[in-house]
Nanobody, 117 residues
Framework: QVQLVESGGGLVQAGASLRLSCVAS????????VAWFRQVPGKDREFVQG?????YTNGRVTVSRDDAKNTAYLRIDNLRPEDTAVYYC?????????????????WGQGAQVTVSS
């Protein structure tokens, strides 16, 4: 069993950057693929980005991991009000990243990110 705990959420101003952390416990972190999702009330959980092994940047979003610390990170630059959501980290075995929340077995409790304009 894997436990995931997110941290780093909060209230930020538009244009700022934010880094969320996801700390895993319970088993070997290296063997897990980690993904970040976000959700706003009334909408489905939305895939943000995932990481298998290497740091990956796509536009404003960077995902990285430190296996020695059992931690994955999500950084979002130039935050916008529409980035406001609860952000979740999720994990699954293997090497491939899926953008479907149904493919992930383990979930954190979520971290609220609110971006003010």
């Amino acid at each position: 069993q894997v436990q995931l705990v997110e941290s780093g959420g909060g209230l930020v101003q538009a244009g700022a950057s934010l880094r969320l952390s996801c700390v895993a416990s319970g088993r070997t972190f290296y063997s897990l693929v980690v993904a970040w999702f976000r959700q706003v009330p009334g909408k489905d959980r939305e895939f943000v980005q995932g990481i298998s092994r290497s740091t990956y940047t796509n536009g404003r979003v960077t995902v990285s991991r430190d296996d020695a610390k059992n931690t994955a990170y999500l950084r979002i630059d130039n935050l916008r009000p529409e980035d406001t959501a609860v952000y979740y980290c999720a994990a699954r075995d293997g090497l491939s990243i899926s953008d479907s929340p149904r493919d992930y077995y383990y979930w954190g409790q979520g971290a609220q990110v609110t971006v003010s304009s």
